[in-house]
């Protein structure tokens, strides 16, 4: 037997060489030495239980850390020593509370497969009409583009006829300037605009006489005829 141990051993360091030798070209010397030293000087501690006289802290002492007299470190004396920790295992189950606190938490992170297929077909319905919703919206706006080009248009036409205007009514005012005045005046001056305001005071009013004398004649009674008077 001693001799199948002794054969088995060698075999294994001899296997262990040869895989050594195969890297060491991407080894350097010194750590293939430090790696060598390790293989050889390897001799793991088994782990020892002292199970006849094992660590029960006191946890009516001051001396014992605080986290020796929590749950949680009688949970891992009982998994360790069992019953020789004297720790009662009805007293590491969780209470009420922290019970339903875990079925809570459990439920959050981890549904169950009937609430993530809801979750699922919820989302896609609410993809679909949204996705319905832009098409309808897109097909509203397909549908008033005509409109809304011939708008554009028209608007565009009106401002360049109001430009027109606005360009020919200036013309007009700077040479009706140079006739009063005698010179041509800057449209900035204090002269020009005062002319501005008075021409524009004379149109109000006229445009007020115009529209008072429609008013008479649309209400004035019509004329009599001659037949009507000669008989």
Known sequence: MAAYMLCRRTAMFCWAIRGLSSIKS?????????????????NPKPLK????????P???????????????????LF?????SSGVNPAELWPSHAQLEEMIAEEREWNPPLEVLLKNVEAKEMEANAKRLGREKLIA?????MPKMVAD???EKREAKLKLKEEK?????????????????LDPRSPKFLEMVSDIEKEEKKKKKLLKRRLKEESFSPPAASPASSSS
């Open 26 to 42: 991407y080894i350097p010397v010194s750590a293939q030495c430090g790696l060598l030293q390790q293989i050889a000087h390897y």
């Open 49 to 56: 239980l002292n199970l006849k006289n094992p660590y029960i």
């Open 58 to 76: 006191d946890k009516d002492s001051e001396n014992t850390p605080e986290w020796q007299k929590t749950a949680k470190y009688d949970r891992k």
């Open 79 to 83: 998994g360790r020593y069992g019953f």
């Open 140 to 144: 509203g706006n397909m549908a008033k």
């Open 152 to 154: 554009w248009r028209r």
């Open 168 to 184: 020919a009514r200036r013309d007009r005012l700077l040479a009706e300037a140079r006739e009063r005045f005698g010179y041509a």
